[in-house]
């Protein structure tokens, strides 16, 4: 039997699942967190690659590392793939940050004289100079 107050053609919203990743355009927030450390790891080693910007490195590698490891510890066991990225994504994390430590100590060798970085390499030499 149908019911009387039911009309023939009205809609019907859609009937929500408690797994996230069974709505419609969802993902579980855990693969989220796997995606987004994978997205900053791999910026955070490009961007490790110049030494000038070992702290965006640094920090991008930082970010990459907690996320990988948070969502490790809440991603269950049977989302492999999941897994997958947030294991990437924190070793790529701790790549970066080895870069970041590269980085800033071939910054602080280049400056080869001790100086703290001034700038006196554009001195006339003794020699040079006019008598």
Request: cysteine-free; glycine content about 10%; charged content about 20%.
């Amino acid at each position: 039997m149908t019911d009387p107050n039911e009309r023939p053609n009205e809609r019907r919203p859609p009937v929500w699942s408690e797994d996230p990743s069974q709505r419609p355009g969802g993902q579980p927030p855990d693969s989220r967190k796997a995606m987004a450390a994978l997205v900053l790891g791999i910026i955070a080693v490009v961007v490790g690659l110049f030494a000038v910007l070992f702290w965006l490195a640094a920090i991008l590698g930082i970010a990459a590392l907690v996320l990988g490891l948070m969502g490790l510890r809440s991603t269950p066991r049977g989302a492999d793939n999941s897994r997958r990225l947030s294991l990437v994504g924190a070793i790529l994390g701790a790549v970066a940050i080895v870069l970041a430590i590269i980085g800033l100590i071939v910054l602080i060798a280049d400056d080869d004289d001790g100086d703290g970085g001034t700038n006196d390499d554009y001195s006339v030499p003794a020699e040079s100079q006019p008598r």
